[in-house]
């Protein structure tokens, strides 16, 4: 399978819990990476591997992974969280990298 | 730091070839890595164009590879992107990236140029 589907908008009262959710055949093998892209900046890792974090990215970002469905939690959620989020992984022949669609995610 | 920035003609004429060049500094090529090239057309998603490896080896997306080249120049420390008989449909910001499968089996894309808008008009 060659698709990785998102949610198209998702919102969160700030200072609540969301889940970002990512779905796809390949996820059985591969894990996702999520990335955070501003209005007008590259997009930037927050979650790779398992659940792991770069320096830099608050704790509140964290990521998990079961059956087809990856997903990104973020826990306390800030007005500077407002974003796009994109998940990414590969097709289930490893040769392709593909993109979810996005989620717009908004801080009410 | 590792960094990377794309380089290229902003407009481009329908059926012509878009031509890109992604310099990078701070890490050398050669040493490993795969770099990809990647588009975000005004408005929408992110979509993966292709990857080269530091071998030399290629991959693309099956929807663009019959119109996608692209090639690496380890002597000048960059990679570039060919896609020819483009269309408005190809209008985009193209990112060019360092990436690697974290732990063999999820990819990671670390470094990113900050994009180069490519218009697509005559």
């Known amino acids: 399978s060659s698709e990785l589907t998102q949610d198209p908008t998702v919102s969160v009262a700030l200072g609540q819990t969301v889940r970002i959710t990512c779905q796809g055949d390949?996820?059985?093998?591969?894990?996702a990476s999520w990335y955070q892209q501003k209005p007008g900046r590259a997009p930037v890792v927050v979650i790779y591997?398992?659940?792991n974090r770069p320096s830099g990215i608050p704790d509140r970002f964290s990521g998990s992974s079961s059956g087809n469905t990856a997903s990104l939690t973020i826990t306390g959620a800030q007005a500077e969280d407002e974003a796009d989020y994109y998940c990414v992984s590969r097709d289930s022949s490893g040769n392709q990298l593909i993109f979810g669609g996005g989620t717009k995610l908004t801080v009410l | 730091q590792v960094q990377l920035q794309e380089s290229g003609p902003g407009l481009v004429k329908p059926s012509e070839t878009l031509s890109l060049t992604c310099a990078v500094s701070?890490?050398?090529?050669?040493?490993?890595?795969?770099w990809g090239w990647i588009r975000q057309p005004p408005g929408k998603g992110l979509e993966w164009i292709g990857s080269i490896y530091h071998s030399g080896s290629t991959s693309y997306n099956p929807s663009l590879k019959t119109r996608v080249t692209i090639s690496v120049d380890t002597s000048k420390n960059q990679f570039s992107l060919k896609l020819s008989s483009v269309t408005a449909a190809d209008t985009a910001v193209y990112y060019c990236?360092?990436?690697?499968?974290?732990?063999?089996?999820?990819?990671?894309?670390?470094?990113w140029g900050q994009g180069a808008l490519v218009t697509v008009s005559s």
């Open positions: 591997g398992k659940k």
């Open positions: 701070g890490y050398s090529i050669n040493s490993g890595y795969f």
């Open positions: 990236a360092r990436h690697h499968d974290y732990g063999g089996n999820s990819p990671l894309l670390d470094y």
């Open positions: 390949s996820l059985r093998r591969f894990y």
